[in-house]
């Protein structure tokens, strides 16, 4: 479900549908035709609970903590921000608190229709749908994501309560007209990407680690986000 076009009451009321080919369609339609409401979310590249820290890479977008000084910081060093830089002001809270939403609609819950994954998926093609790692996911090589431009692809990884996202040397392509903006990655635990090229939305349960590489899109914690030598870019 991909929601950063979608006001949350309508992400909340939609969240109820089984996610089956017809509401894939119906949300499809509605990302397209909906606007950003004006503290969504959607303008933060980075976000985070506490502390976003960069050493080396770039950040193209906003970045921003939940938590005001002097608890919440946001440290660069080396790592340029192409945006604005908000450490527990009104615009970053109400972004965090969307995000949380967010995080709570695409929670897995009993009953929901989730294609069940396995291994590294390097050299697997998938199709929009819902899909889902019972616990970690370890990924590595390519995935390639082939779809039309309104092809909604969503990853729930620990699924079953528990499992964080590793990736190492793992590139995700986009083929067909799929869109990077369609693409979301629920995680119940923290996340961590290593010289990989990324793309899509990470919704972390924890913590959020980039390291080289590149990430096309949004990395979004309940925790904190260490950034070393990562050129990230909120692309759409």
Do not use: E
Request: glycine share 14%.
């Amino acid at each position: 479900m991909y929601t950063h076009n979608l006001p949350m009451h309508l992400v909340r009321a939609l969240a109820s549908l089984r996610l089956t080919a017809g509401a894939l369609v119906t949300l499809a339609l509605l990302s397209g035709s909906i606007s950003s409401p004006s503290a969504a979310a959607s303008d933060f590249a980075v976000l985070a609970n506490a502390a976003v820290t960069g050493t080396g890479g770039s950040i193209t977008g906003d970045v921003g903590t939940f938590l005001a000084t002097p608890t919440g910081s946001v440290t660069m060093t080396g790592c340029p921000v192409a945006g604005t830089v908000h450490v527990g002001d009104g615009i970053a809270t109400q972004a965090f608190n969307d995000f949380l939403n967010t995080y709570a609609t695409l929670a897995p819950n009993p009953g929901d229709v989730c294609t069940t994954l396995t291994g590294t998926l390097a050299g697997v093609t998938l199709s929009p749908g819902v899909y889902c790692f019972d616990a970690a996911a370890t990924l590595t090589g390519m995935l390639t994501l082939n779809g039309p431009s309104d092809g909604i692809w969503i990853f729930k990884i620990g699924a079953s309560g528990t499992g964080a996202l590793t990736g190492t040397s793992f590139s995700v392509d986009m083929a067909g007209g799929g869109q990077a903006s369609n693409v979301t990655w629920w995680v119940a635990q923290a996340v961590t990407m290593t010289d990989s090229r990324f793309i899509g939305t990470i919704l972390g349960g924890a913590a959020i680690t980039l390291t080289r590489g590149s990430f096309d899109g949004y990395a979004w914690s309940k925790a904190d986000v260490t950034i070393t030598g990562t050129a990230v870019t909120k692309a759409w």
